[in-house]
Structures are given as C-alpha cells and as structure tokens.
C-alpha cells in the first residue's frame, strides 16, 4: 500500500524556483512554519543546473535582499561558476533554515478547498511512492505554470491582451491565447584541439536560411542561445512534451549546422557541454490579483503607495513563433529602472488564502515581459514571504496586510535589505539618540540615513561613509540599554566593477560557455572580509560577534539581553584591497 503522508503548517510554498525559495526563506527566518513543495530534484528553476537560463534583473540597479545573499556566497563558494556547486548553494540556502520543511520532487496535483479558502494540497512524491498532503494557514503558488489556479478555481488569464482592454502600446488589436516559447539552452566548451560532433538521425535539419535569421557567435560571451525558441503559438503547458521534443531536435540540429557545415571559423574546437532537457518557459498562466500591473505602470515607473519590489528589465516581449519568426525574435523597449511593483499583484482577487510570486503574478502580458526575469521573480518571492508570516501573526488575510499593516510590510522588507524604489527605511530611535564617532570618517551620519545603497531614485550624492579600516565607528547610548539587534549593510559593489572579467562574467551568476581562459570570480574588493562588532556592559567591552571570512553585504546581528552603554564597528580588512578606506552604508541598533 502507497504511504499518505500528512503536514501541518503556517504556509505552503509550492514551486522551488527563485521566487519559491526566497518566499519560503523570508518567511522561515520571520518565525512561521513553512512547507516548501517542489516538483524538481533540484531548486532554482530556471536557474538550476537542469535548465541554466541567466539569473537576470533590473539593468543597471542590482537586486539586494535574499537574492544578494545566494550570489554572493556564489561567488565565494564557486568562483569557477561550476553548476554543481551552484545546485548546492540553492539546495543549502534552503537547508539552512529550520523552519522550512523540504518536499524535493514532491507535484502538487490536487487541492482540498473551504469555500474561497484552500485548506490543504496533496503532492505526489516520485521517489518515495508517497503522497503528501499539507494543511496550511497560506499557500503561495510560485509554481510558474500557477497549478494552484486549475485546482483551486483561483481567477487567472492567459495569452496576450488587446491594446484596447488597458491602453497598452502593442500591436495586438484582438486578445489572443500566444505567449513567449519555451527554450532548451545550449552549453558549449572550446578545447584546445579540434573535436568532432556527430548528430542523431532524429535532429532537425536546420537550413542556411533559417540558421541566418539567428546567427550564431562563439565569440561573444552573452551568447546563450536563448533564440532557440518554441511552443509560444502552442499550449505552453499542455504541449510541453511535444515542445520539448522539437526544442532538443532542433538544438541538435542547430550545433550540426554550426559545428559541419565549414561556414564558421573556430568551430571544430568547440564541444557542446551541454543541452537542456527541461525547457525553459517564459509564460503560461498568469494569476488575478487585487491588482492588474499595465505596460503604462511600468512606463510610468510604478509609483505605487504599496511598492514591494521593483523591476527594471526592458520590455522583452518574445514572438510566439520563435525561432520560425521570420522577424525580429523579441520587441526589445526600455523601461525606468528601478519601476516599483505593487503588493496588490502577490494575491488572489477570490481565493482568501492564496499569495502567488513568480513570472505568473498579476500582470498583462505586456508588463509581464519585462517583470518574469529571475532576479525581479526573487524579490516578489520575498515579499510574498514577508507578507505571509505577518498573516499568521495578525490572523489577517493577504488583502488584510494591505488594508492595516502595509507600512510594516514595507519596513520589514527594508530592514532585511530590500530596496523599495522612492522608500527610505525608519531609523530606530536609539540609534538617533545616540553620540555617533570616527574622528576621521567621511559622511559618517551617512550610517544612520534609512539608505542602504546609492540609487538615483535618492538623488545622485553618495549615501554611503567612508571609515577608515582599523579605526572604530562607536555609538555611545544615551543611557544603559538592552540591545536585541545591530545591523550593518556594506557596500558589495552592486555595479561590479571590482570583480574579474568583462561585462557578461561580472553581470551573470553563471556562464554559459567555457574558454581555456575564463577568468577565476572573487568576491567585490568593497566588501570587508573581516570584522567585529563589540558592545560595552558594566564589565567592559567584549566582542559578540566577529568574522574573518565574511561574504555578506546585509548582516542582522543578535546580541545577548544585557545592558549595554556603547556599541563599535571596526571594520579589518576587505577581500582583495588594500585601501585604507571601506565604504559602509548603515550601522544601526534595535532596542
């Protein structure tokens, strides 16, 4: 007999993509039970070593928070961006945390619901014959395909609108059920000999013409070939087995082309690496929120009252035809960067109990293009978490958040280092009161501004201090006081400018295709490697917390439950530099 396995808990988490995880994260390390469902032997989605698309986001504003974290320790864990490792940095951020309950190759295939509300989903888990039901107080679905949309009735849309519903700038004057393709990526290797490739029989036989219309360059380090592209003028869900079928029979096809038709120089020393059997989608069902975010709110730079997270890739709408497109194969329009995201878009208009983060929030299409890259699906994942754990605290509903506790959602998200484009985060009143010093700091009362990065949307000053390294910055409080937190954010060089290689190796987490001479990543020369952070008692100064092998911009530092008269940061050494001087963003204490 098949074992029925049976989980209680705050919030249930299906999909274990960037978004799934950094939801699941959030809300773990805000206290709440969590149950992350996922259908895959790995996490990351997209991102994970069985699909490998780019970890992108908003140009020229890099993503902080949770997302931050994973790159980070990526750089300094896997300098040689090797996908193993990579699987291992996502599956141990998630093992990490106590409160979230792992559910690896676990499906989500049906739903117990009370009226509007879901009261329980039940997973089948492939390698231990086993079911799985989880009763849940929240379920966010960060599935991408939104499989909680057909079990649950929640209200969703699919395909391309009008641009009469919205006012939309798109050429679509009758809505339409085409969504972006799927791709099957390529990875390639270059030797130093030349190596044969020899095509099966079944590969699709890719003529000049149709090879000219998306010519291939091994020179250029973005290529990923991302243009091998399918199913968008399909059912991007129901025909994903024929899809991928033509996806791997036409890459194959392709790297024939490329590799024998003696057309391209340097191609007998190339070696394909790899090549994806699990295609990456870009669309498929997109949820209802209270909310419905337009192509003009993205324009218009999102200036909403319940900014969440924001975006900032262009608007990058793929044709449905793909590859065969005999066009362009995307409308490539800039968008503001950063453009806000409304918390209105993170939860169902009918089903009480349902969040949703990912590429299936609710959009348009139109503004969907330029929202579903991985770094911006991380985010919304995030709030989705934050937002969750104050649910089970408030006994509220995800609308409640938004009606009585909005404000705190937002603090929330700013104290654990997401950037809310036109916030500043409240600076706690201890740290105000208290004598701040560093003879010969630059800036200092930059330490204590509510700004955690340089950003235009602040204007174009430096937000940050410039601390001499060795040298304490002290808080002196104004009367004995018990700490609970101090938080420092450093300056990880969000440009990237102090990290090897050109601008593809320093934007991406990963590479796609490997040279003799792909350069060995290290971690920003900003960021300090090592420090302390020292409070004063009655029995003098002692350390509470030090490092030698930090690899972290955002640090909340529990301290001990006594009285404490001063607080000091001193700040070592940096990775990688030499610099007398370390760039700091805030210094802040919590009673």
């Excluded at 993503?63 to 300094?76: K, M, P, V």
């Excluded at 969750?388 to 705190?408: F, R």
């Excluded at 909340?556 to 439950?561: F, G």
Aim: charged content about 25%; overall charge negative; aromatic content about 10%.
């Amino acid at each position: 007999m098949l074992q029925h396995h049976h989980i209680k808990t705050d919030l249930c988490v299906v999909g274990g993509g960037l978004a799934g995880m950094c939801a699941a994260i959030a809300a773990a390390r805000a206290g709440s039970k969590v149950v992350l469902m996922q259908e895959r032997p790995v996490l990351g989605g997209n991102a994970s070593g069985e699909i490998r698309m780019w970890v992108c986001g908003a140009k020229n504003c890099r993503e902080t928070g949770i997302i931050e974290e994973i790159q980070l320790e990526n750089l300094y864990r896997n300098p040689d961006k090797l996908w193993p490792m990579w699987d291992g940095i996502l599956y141990g951020k998630v093992k990490a945390e106590p409160n979230i309950t792992l559910l690896l190759n676990c499906s989500c295939c049906d739903a117990e619901m009370d009226g509007n509300t879901i009261h329980s989903i039940t997973g089948w888990q492939m390698t231990t014959q086993s079911w799985v039901t989880v009763e849940a107080k929240f379920f966010a679905d960060c599935s991408g395909d939104s499989i909680l949309a057909p079990l649950t009735g929640a209200h969703y849309r699919v395909g391309r609108e009008s641009a009469d519903e919205f006012g939309e700038k798109i050429s679509n004057t009758q809505p339409d059920p085409y969504t972006m393709g799927l791709s099957c990526l390529i990875q390639a290797r270059r030797l130093d000999r030349p190596v044969q490739f020899v095509a099966p029989s079944w590969a699709k036989k890719v003529t000049r013409e149709e090879i000219e219309r998306r010519m291939p360059d091994m020179n250029d380090p973005m290529e990923n070939f991302w243009y091998l592209e399918l199913g968008g003028n399909r059912d991007s869900i129901h025909d994903t087995e024929t899809i991928r079928d033509d996806l791997v029979a036409l890459a194959f096809g392709f790297w024939d082309y490329y590799k024998n038709s003696g057309e391209f120089e340097g191609a007998e020393y190339w070696q394909m690496d790899f090549l994806g059997f699990l295609p990456g989608k870009r669309e498929s069902r997109r949820m209802m929120g209270e909310y419905i975010m337009t192509q003009q709110d993205v324009l218009t730079g999102g200036h909403f009252d319940d900014v969440i997270a924001y975006g900032g890739w262009p608007l990058d709408d793929h044709h449905p035809d793909g590859f065969y497109h005999e066009g362009n194969p995307n409308q490539w329009g800039d968008t503001p960067a950063p453009y806000g995201i409304p918390y209105r878009v993170l939860y169902s208009e009918n089903i009480e109990n349902l969040f949703f983060a990912g590429r299936n929030v609710s959009m348009t299409h139109a503004a969907m293009s330029s929202a579903r890259v991985m770094a911006t699906c991380a985010l919304l994942g995030q709030a989705v978490g934050e937002a969750a754990s104050m649910a089970v605290v408030y006994q509220t509903t995800p609308h409640g958040i938004y009606a009585d506790h909005l404000d705190e959602l937002k603090e929330r998200l700013m104290r654990n280092d997401s950037f809310l484009p036109y916030n500043k985060r409240t600076v706690s009143p201890i740290t105000l009161s208290s004598a701040l010093c560093c003879p010969d700091a630059i800036q200092l009362e930059n330490l204590r501004n509510g700004i955690d990065r340089n950003n235009h949307t602040y204007g174009s000053e430096d937000f940050g201090a410039w601390i001499p390294v060795g040298e304490p910055v002290v808080y002196t409080l104004p009367q004995p006081t018990e700490l609970k937190e101090v938080r420092v954010v450093f300056d990880s060089d969000l440009e990237h400018l102090t990290i090897p290689g050109g601008d593809c190796e320093r934007l991406h987490s990963m590479r796609c295709n490997v040279e003799p001479d792909s350069p060995q990543m290290h971690l920003p020369k900003t960021l300090p490697s090592h420090f302390k952070v020292e409070v004063q008692t009655s029995s003098g100064w002692e350390t509470f917390y030090g490092t030698d092998c930090n690899f972290q911009r955002c640090l909340r530092l529990k301290t001990k439950a006594e009285p404490v008269t001063a607080v000091r940061l001193t700040v070592e050494k940096c990775w990688y530099s030499d610099d007398p001087r370390v760039h700091v963003f805030s210094f802040d204490l919590y009673e």
